[in-house]
């Protein structure tokens, strides 16, 4: 067996570029597993990588089956898909 690579809660929050709060809170309602040992915590790599892969955001729905299609073709018809406010 091989010993997992672990992680601080700080170091999660540096890597992922949040709040040590923010890692905290993921910790205590179960959303980020992790190690607890007396008062420290500590994130397996396996673990964070498993967070991450969960907090994906789907794919767009874009195109012609998107239910907003027909008003949104309508709106660049009618005024063009030229940006308003840089040099025109």
């Known amino acids: 067996m091989t010993i997992p690579i672990l992680?601080?809660?700080e170091e999660v929050a540096e890597k992922l570029?949040?709040?040590r709060r923010s890692v905290y809170e993921w910790l205590l309602k179960g959303r980020?597993?992790?190690?607890?040992?007396?008062?420290?915590?500590?994130?397996?790599?396996a673990d964070l990588m498993a967070f991450l892969e969960s907090r994906k955001a789907s794919a767009p729905h874009v195109g012609?089956?998107?239910?907003?299609?027909?008003?949104?073709?309508?709106?660049?018809?009618?005024?063009?898909?030229?940006?308003?406010?840089g040099n025109e």
């Open 17 to 19: 570029k949040v709040t």
């Open 64 to 85: 012609p089956k998107h239910p907003d299609y027909k008003r949104w073709l309508a709106y660049f018809q009618k005024h063009g898909t030229h940006s308003r406010g």
């Open 32 to 45: 980020l597993r992790g190690l607890r040992a007396g008062d420290t915590w500590r994130i397996a790599e």
């Open 7 to 9: 992680y601080t809660p």
